[in-house]
């Protein structure tokens, strides 16, 4: 483990049917083949995970900062995920690494 690294456990639940898909389907079968791990199994992929994680941030940064763009919210936001240089009509810059990392989200072992 690098220093300052820590590693957190992200449980997972769904409460209803789904499935990520993974953008294609089978000719005169389904309209979408679900995304499966190396054993078959539905699994939710790390950028798919990563997306929701973001969004949520952002909606929860926006109503803590009250719009300000500037605020420390939308930095936490943005050390946490990453920038996007071309997100908010702000123009073009370097983009920041992001310092989450996410794996993908797997059905227990246990299961």
Do not use: I, Q
């Not at 690294?5 to 294609?24: A, C």
């Not at 500037?70 to 943005?78: F, M, P």
């Amino acid at each position: 483990m690098n220093r300052g690294t820590t590693t957190l456990t992200l449980r997972v639940e769904f409460t209803s049917d789904w499935g990520v898909g993974t953008g294609s389907g089978r000719h005169g079968s389904v309209d979408a083949t679900v995304r499966r791990d190396a054993d078959g199994f539905p699994m939710l992929p790390a950028k798919s995970l990563t997306g929701v994680l973001r969004d949520s941030a952002v909606s929860v940064t926006y109503a803590l900062a009250e719009g300000d763009p500037d605020s420390v919210w939308h930095r936490w936001s943005e050390w946490l995920f990453g920038s996007r240089p071309a997100a908010g009509g702000r123009p073009a810059r370097r983009p920041r690494p992001a310092h989450l990392s996410v794996r993908p989200a797997r059905l227990s072992g246990a299961l």
